[in-house]
Every structure is written in structure tokens, then in C-alpha cells.
């Protein structure tokens, strides 16, 4: 048997197939195993255990996907706080103080003026 790799999860479709053959089995009355891994029990168990996993990690998603929507509510909460400060310093201090350089604007005065291009006559 080829080595498994679990770190990989399994598609949808092999765990309903899976499914299935468990469904299967419970209609053979007369399979019996001495495989303790293979035994109706321990199979019945397996899948209970999946099932269970399987709620968690659906109710911990729903719970991150909330999370992560208050946290993005939140950055542009903050966002939003912050481009009201730098218009209140710009209004308050003008757009060429030091005040607006210290919250991190740029002076008025430091920026370029634009430069006019010099239009380029191709010959041919």
C-alpha cells in the first residue's frame, strides 16, 4: 500500500464513496473481520469522529469568518478616523506646516511642480 499523505485533505467525492461503502457494509449481516481496524464498530466510530470534526471545524469557520469581518470593519474604521485627522491638520494647519509633515503628509511646498515635456517631432 502506497504511503498516504495526509496532510492533503480528501475530495468530497472519495468521503461520500467512502460513505456509501460504509452504508453498504451495514446491509452485509454476516461480514465479521479479525482486523481491528477493520471491524463495523471501529469503522461506525471513525465516521461518528468525522462527522463531529467536521461540525467543529464548520462552527470555528463561521466564527473566523466573523472575526475577520469585525477586524476589516474595524481597519476601516480606523481608516477612515485617521483621513478625518489628516484633514482636520490640513484645515487647522494648513497644507504647508509642520504639522501636516509630522502626521505625514507632504509640505505643499516640497512637492514638484510639474514640468512641462518637450513634445518630440519624429521625422521619417
Known amino acids: ?19 456509501s461503502s460504509l452504508h ?25 469522529a468525522m ?3 467536521q461540525q467543529v471545524e464548520t ?8 472575526a475577520a469581518d469585525a477586524a476589516r ?3 476601516w474604521e480606523f481608516h477612515n478616523a485617521i483621513l478625518a485627522m489628516k484633514e482636520v491638520v490640513r484645515g487647522q494647519y494648513g497644507s504647508d506646516s509642520d504639522q501636516a509633515q509630522a502626521i505625514g503628509l507632504k509640505k505643499k511646498s516640497d ?3 510639474p514640468s ?5 517631432m519624429v521625422t521619417s
Open 73 to 75: 470593519l474595524a481597519e
Open 59 to 66: 462552527e470555528k469557520l463561521a466564527l473566523y469568518r466573523a
Open 51 to 53: 462527522l463531529a470534526q
Open 111 to 113: 512637492r514638484k511642480r
Open 1 to 19: 500500500m502506497p504511503l498516504q499523505n495526509t496532510t492533503n485533505r480528501l475530495r468530497p467525492q472519495v468521503i461520500s464513496q467512502d460513505v
Open 116 to 120: 512641462r515635456k518637450k513634445s518630440v
Open 24 to 48: 453498504g457494509l451495514q446491509t452485509i449481516a454476516t461480514y465479521d473481520t479479525s482486523r481491528a481496524d477493520a471491524t463495523v464498530a471501529n469503522i461506525q466510530k471513525a465516521y461518528q
